[in-house]
């Protein structure tokens, strides 16, 4: 059987965000227990585990989706969702 | 600051079908968005059930681009990894059983939501509601205990008797209101989805009507495919393995779960053959309540749709309900101002309508319906399954390679070694069916109680798998 070719997908390749100007996730540090929840539920792989607590890559505003999965999957209440203000985040052209 | 009879927070199809519904009947309505166009953030399958053309007069005349009609449901279940080939196929048309003519004829027309959302905004915009885009509400105004109306991120507030909260699944209204702080990780499911073109009529050609396609197999939560007219949409896991609860108890990467299905042959073959291309990676969150929730209201204010909690607890469809309790809210909105009356009781009407309406109907024996998903997500019970399946259909109609009747024979002997498999099923469809018919069928009711006693005596001794 001849090799076929794969059809894969880069995901960071494939979102469109314009960055938010300010914070919309804050991370209470004092309040994770480093369960890591975040960091497996994340579709876009935004939360790293370093020495037994949960941190935010600072590039976030530029690639998060606004999902809200890390908020609720926080048990800790470690984590604060709100949203990018209007005009900026993700934009969907294909929802 | 502008006063309006009522303030609808969200744009989504809950949203927009309160506002049309309010305007039309004389309300001076105001429609908030936080996007810049409506539909812009929100990621869905998206397919739109048959059940929606029967409730909304409205849907007659709607012609989308990206419209393609489903009249063939298909369920892959694929073999464990690394194989992930099919083993079992079951494709199926619309029953003509079904109690009205469009179900007979659909399942559900897949579109994408960003020409869906705008086109129920339109007519809501049409019928006299103001909407304001890019418009993110960020608190709630009270007045006498009550919420009176609402506040933008710039600080501009606007007032009204009525609020309704349809700002979906992450719902700050509700948060605000003292409603619910946030879903609990086993009350919500985290979904991603890869949007696929592809052109029309290799569409037509390879997928026609074959709509609303999942894939099943044994340790997935089972993905979803969903057709449009030049595209597809890939997403999952479905709620299983999308619950958070369960996804960060069994370490299931959802992300993860959803490529390893784009990666299984039988998935790979179909894209290929649609010439199809990646264009863009989605996620979202979705409630999947096996009860309807208790808290949908307060005095002026009401929650609608995701906002509520009201996706159905099977595989969590979500637009028809948001729809019709969006419209139920916007009608008690009416009489509230007609009474002049506001108060938490009288908004308790809408909670009540709410759970006597077909949305609510959905909700009947809702814990036994999560119950039947949970179990395929359930590997060795999915494989099972999967197994006796394949069985029943060699051994019924594909015997060529044996002496058909001896093949045939051999049916007892399967059905006697399922006993534990079919008995398991059994445990989650008699409770199922007793709910329902003990309503409609109360002739049939005490046969079946009869059944359940001799079946929950049988399956005391935790007889299973
Ligand atoms: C992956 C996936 C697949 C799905 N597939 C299907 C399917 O095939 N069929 C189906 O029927 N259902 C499906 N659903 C469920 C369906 O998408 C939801 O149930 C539905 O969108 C709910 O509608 P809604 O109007 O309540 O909320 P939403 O559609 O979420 O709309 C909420 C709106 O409010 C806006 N908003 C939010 N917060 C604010 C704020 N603070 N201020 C101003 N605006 C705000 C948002 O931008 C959004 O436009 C799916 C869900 C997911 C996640
Ligand atoms: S989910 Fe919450 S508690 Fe767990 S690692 Fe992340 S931030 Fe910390
Ligand atoms: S909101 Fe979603 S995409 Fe953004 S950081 Fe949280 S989980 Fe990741």
């Known amino acids: 059987m001849s090799k076929k070719h794969t059809i894969d997908v880069d995901k960071f390749s494939l979102v469109k965000v314009k960055p938010s100007p300010r914070n919309f996730i804050f991370f209470r540090e004092e309040s994770c227990d480093g369960c890591g929840n975040c960091a497996l539920i994340c579709p876009m792989d935004l939360w790293r585990m370093r020495k037994g607590r949960a941190s935010l890559l600072a590039k976030y505003r530029e690639r998060c989706l606004e999902c809200g999965s890390c908020y609720l999957a926080c048990e800790k209440e470690a984590i604060e969702f709100g949203y990018p203000p209007a005009g900026s985040g993700v934009t969907y052209e294909r929802a | 600051m502008k006063r309006y009879d009522l303030i609808v927070v969200g744009a989504g199809p809950g949203g927009s079908t309160a506002a049309l519904t309010a305007a039309e009947a004389g309300l001076k309505t105001l429609l908030l968005e936080r996007s810049a166009y409506p539909g812009e953030k929100n990621a869905s399958g998206f397919a739109l059930s048959s059940k929606a053309w029967r409730d909304f007069s409205f849907l007659q005349e709607m012609e989308l681009p990206s419209m393609r009609y489903c009249r063939q449901c298909v369920a892959h279940f694929l073999s464990p990894p690394p194989e992930m080939e099919e083993r079992f196929v079951v494709a199926s048309g619309p029953s003509r059983r079904m109690s009205y003519p469009e179900a007979r004829d659909f399942f559900t027309v897949g579109m994408l939501r960003r020409e869906f959302d705008p086109f129920l905004v339109e007519l809501a915009e049409k019928a006299g509601a103001e909407l304001r885009l890019n418009s993110l509400v960020t608190g709630l105004v009270f007045e006498a205990g009550r919420v009176a109306g609402v506040r933008l991120e710039g600080g501009e507030e606007y007032r009204a008797p009525v609020t309704i909260g349809a700002d979906g699944v992450l719902s700050l209204v509700a948060r605000q209101a003292g409603l619910r702080d946030k879903w609990k990780p086993h009350e919500v499911t985290s979904v991603c989805i890869v949007d696929f073109t592809a052109p029309r009529e290799r569409m037509d050609d390879v997928i026609h009507e074959a709509g609303f396609q999942a894939y099943f197999g044994p340790g997935m939560g089972g993905n979803f495919l969903i057709a449009y007219a030049d595209g597809v949409h890939l997403g999952g896991p479905g709620v299983t393995n999308s619950l958070i609860a369960r996804a960060v108890r069994k370490g299931i990467k959802p992300a993860k779960e959803l490529l390893e299905t784009l990666s299984a042959p039988p998935v790979q073959r179909l894209l290929r053959a649609l010439e199809a291309e990646p264009r863009e990676w989605q996620a979202h969150c979705l409630t999947w309540m096996d009860r309807m929730p208790e808290n949908v209201c307060c005095g002026g204010l009401m929650l609608v749709g995701d906002a ?12 028809w309900q948001a729809m019709y309790s969006g419209r139920l809210a916007a009608e008690v909105a009416k009489e509230a101002l007609e009474e002049g009356d506001f108060s938490p009781g009288f908004m308790r009407s809408y909670r009540e309508r709410l759970e006597e309406s077909p949305v609510g109907e959905e909700f009947v024996a809702g814990a036994q319906l999560r119950q039947l998903f949970e179990m395929l997500g359930d590997p060795r019970v999915c494989a099972e399954l999967e197994e006796m399946a394949v069985d029943l259909a060699v051994h019924l109609l594909m015997t060529g390679q044996e002496p058909k ?17 079919l008995m398991s099923l059994a445990r989650v469809y008699l409770p199922l069916l007793l709910q329902v018919s003990e309503e409609k069928m109360r002739f049939y009711a005490s046969l079946l109680r009869g059944i359940r006693n001799i079946v929950e005596n049988f399956l005391s001794g935790e007889l299973g798998f």
Not at chain 2, 308 to 319: D, F, N, Q, W
Not at chain 2, 405 to 421: D, K, Q, Y
């Open chain 2, 308 to 319: 509520a909690g009201l996706p159905e607890p099977l595989y969590a469809e979500g637009v």
């Open chain 2, 405 to 421: 009747a001896e093949a045939m024979g051999r049916i007892f002997s399967i059905l006697a070694e399922n006993v534990p498999a």
